[in-house]
């Protein structure tokens, strides 16, 4: 390829811009490149590549009141886009495709490689280099001059070919690709994971269709929030999103130009005029918006309040931004390159944004990378970060700790970062598969707590529950607890491992908070282990005056009622009203991975049939039944009983009542039994 400099100049009089009420200085006008068309730029330190319709321009902007050319090259089609990374430029030139360009020597930029593929966007990690060409096209470049393709993805069906993809952008284990649909107008962007390059595939999607809604015109990621921006006829410039779990990203807020009208198009900002937001850039707690005359600066340390705290008017058409450090490059069309200082933005005060970067998923006893990046502009000092890993272990102090989980599950994180006298907090989720065996196989010893909880009850109660492990054997034991919440499906309720020294009893105090992190829940509690234990437990009403509890054995499995037998409750008391005497509530658990029916016979103490209750029972579900003789028997019952019984296939299940005062809030516990079939 010949290369060239760019001649075409234009008149340096028509370049006055028109700072904004604030800081004067915010953003201070450097320099300019006074050479049109500039179209496209990305900065690497103090070097600045351009595109000028179809030339690449390498600028040295060491001295921004005079960036000067140290080369250029002609490419077969316009520039749409440039990354840099690695001494080379991959260069979006459209249906000319993707240039791949040598610029170790700025003076003599070479093409070295290219893909004969539609190029609208591109963005490089490491030697991976992800192309918006209608699909989303990964490549290894290792060997610039050779390209090699690695996978596809489409927004069609299964990541089939569909929606012209047209802007990209990567972070870690993950590509966010946008397009605009052509068909009924409107716009959608997806998270794809590209780990494993040659299967990306998608992990979560945001559409907005309909002709009224703003066009989607860049996509830029900065730690755990997503930046897009938009031009049409309504809708935001910029909208922010959390994506600490990429899979379900979450709206934080939105920019709308305070020129424009107020109404409802983005979260009550404004209807009407387009923003018109070409392109944007974030560094150190700002989003540096290209818009349709200018630069915008944003505050994003509060992403769910993002601000414009200046502005700057250029001459022509904003339609690219590139930020190096406190150095901001605006390309102008025919107004050339405009570079701002914006060190002076953040002037005003301390500001502060928590931007993470956690791993979605981990494996119980392997360690996990936890990075706490943050965002901040004017803030003094040192940072403090405090990690909670969401698993009742201690928190940690430092920057980027790794923490090893101990069991499975969903867990919830939070990282809160202090600096400079302002804070910032922000939380995700993490699901950590478990490696202990799952709540079907709990081990060769298996027993049930049926009932267990940390939540307010009725009449002003505060339940809680200790559970006691004692090993009765002559060698320590690793013992599994699962937690059975109530109505719903534990299939997938993880191991909480705990182990037991021998001949040693293991208290777990308020074992649903300190051990399951429940704030609010009952259920029952599956115990396992490899050798025989004694469980025992105690659920108790929490009072000012001290606790009312009820002893609750954890009865083998093996003693679960199966289908075709039935089991009594019996001793079952409950008042007309609810401020005296006793209430019952009957409380079933499901001891197998299948759906169970239970049925429940309701009697007076002299064997009058009062009315029946059918629960039925997700796998390894727990339902308590409250009051349970209301509606049967408004009158009262006094030591009644309820014959309890499986007609499902396979069925089994253990069941309890707790019959309650209601003046002191001390329960009683009785277990269910069948009754002997001999002597």
């Known amino acids: 390829m010949r290369a060239r400099r760019v001649l075409i100049g234009i008149c340096l009089a028509c370049l006055v811009g ?47 009141g005079a960036p000067a050319a140290l080369g250029s090259l002609l490419l077969p089609g316009t520039i749409q886009t440039i990354a840099v990374s690695g001494g080379n430029a991959f260069v979006a030139a459209g249906n000319s495709g993707l240039r791949i360009v040598n610029v170790a020597d700025p003076a003599h930029p070479i093409e070295v490689g290219h893909v004969d593929a539609p190029a609208y966007d591109v963005a490089v990690s490491g030697n991976r280099v992800f192309l918006a060409s209608g699909d989303l096209r990964i490549y290894d470049a290792s060997n610039p001059a050779a390209p090699v393709q690695l996978g596809t993805w489409g927004t069609g069906p299964n990541g089939t070919t569909g929606q012209r993809i047209s802007l990209v952008a990567v972070s870690g284990e993950y590509a966010y690709v946008g397009w605009n649909l052509s068909d009924y107008g409107g716009f959608a962007s997806a998270v794809i994971r590209v780990s494993d390059a040659s299967h990306p595939f998608e992990v979560s999607r945001t559409n907005f269709p309909g002709l009224d809604t703003p066009v989607l015109t860049d996509i830029e990621v900065v730690g755990n929030l997503l930046l897009e921006t938009f031009a049409g006829t309504s809708g935001p410039g910029l909208t922010i999103a959390n994506i600490s779990n990429p899979s379900a990203p979450v709206a934080l807020g939105c920019y709308c130009n305070p020129s424009a009208p107020v109404g409802n198009g983005c979260m009550g900002c404004y209807t009407g005029p387009a923003p018109y937001a070409r392109a944007v850039a974030a560094s150190g707690g700002f989003a540096f918006l290209a818009e349709e005359r200018g630069l915008s600066v944003v505050s994003i340390a509060d992403p769910a309040r993002p601000s414009r705290v200046a502005s700057f008017q250029t001459a022509d058409l904003s339609v690219d931004v590139a930020v190096a450090g406190s150095w901001v490059y605006v390309a102008d069309r025919q107004g050339g390159l405009w570079l701002f200082d914006t060190s002076a933005c953040g002037a005003s005060g301390c500001s502060l944004a928590c931007a993470p970067s ?9 360690p996990v990378v936890f990075q706490g990046s943050y965002l901040q502009s004017n803030c003094g000092g040192t940072p ?32 809160s970062v202090g600096l400079g006298g302002a804070t910032c907090t922000t939380s995700g989720t993490i699901h950590v598969a478990s ?130 037998q039935a089991a009594w409750l019996v001793q079952l008391s409950q008042s007309a009203v609810s401020t005296i005497g006793f209430r019952a509530n009957v409380g079933v658990v499901n001891v197998t991975g299948q759906h169970v029916r239970v049925d429940i016979a309701l009697y007076a103490g002299d064997g009058v049939w009062l009315g029946d209750k059918t629960v039925e029972l997700n796998p390894f579900d727990f339902q308590q039944l409250d009051r349970i003789f209301t509606a049967v028997a408004p009158t009262g019952v006094d030591n009644g009983y309820a014959l309890l019984s499986t007609s499902t296939q396979g069925g089994r299940f253990l069941a309890y009542a707790s019959v309650i005062d209601n003046q002191t809030g001390d329960p009683i516990a009785v277990p269910a039994r069948i009754p002997p079939s001999g002597p």
Not at 358 to 366: D, E, F, L
């Open 435 to 564: 490696t202990l065996p799952p709540i079907s196989n709990p081990g060769s010893f298996a027993y049930l707590v049926a009932t267990s909880a940390h939540k307010d009850g009725y009449n002003g109660t505060h339940w809680a529950t200790d559970l006691v492990i004692t090993n009765p054997g002559l060698a320590g034991t690793v013992v599994r607890l699962y937690f059975m919440k109530g109505w719903q499906d534990n299939s997938g309720s993880a191991a909480h491992p705990v182990i037991v020294p021998l001949r040693r009893s293991l208290k777990l105090v308020d074992v649903v908070q300190t051990k399951f992190l429940e704030n609010s829940a009952s259920g029952a509690i599956l115990v396992g282990a490899d050798v025989p234990l004694i469980v025992t437990s105690r659920t108790y009403n929490l009072t000012e005056s001290g606790s009312y509890g009820q002893y609750v054995e954890g009865f083998p499995l093996v003693q679960a009622v199966p289908s075709g």
């Open 384 to 415: 403090t970060f405090d990690w909670d890993f969401g698993d009742g272990s201690p928190h940690s102090s430092e920057q980027n700790p790794s923490h090893t989980y101990a069991f499975g599950g969903d867990l919830r994180w939070t990282l």
């Open 18 to 64: 028109f700072a904004r009420p604030g800081n004067a200085d915010c953003p201070a006008l450097a320099g300019r490149w006074p050479y049109a068309p500039v179209q496209a730029v990305s900065a690497f330190g103090t070097t600045v590549y351009l595109g000028s319709e179809a030339t690449l321009v390498v600028l040295d902007a060491s001295n921004p």
């Open 358 to 366: 956690v791993p979605n998923t981990a494996t119980a006893g392997a």
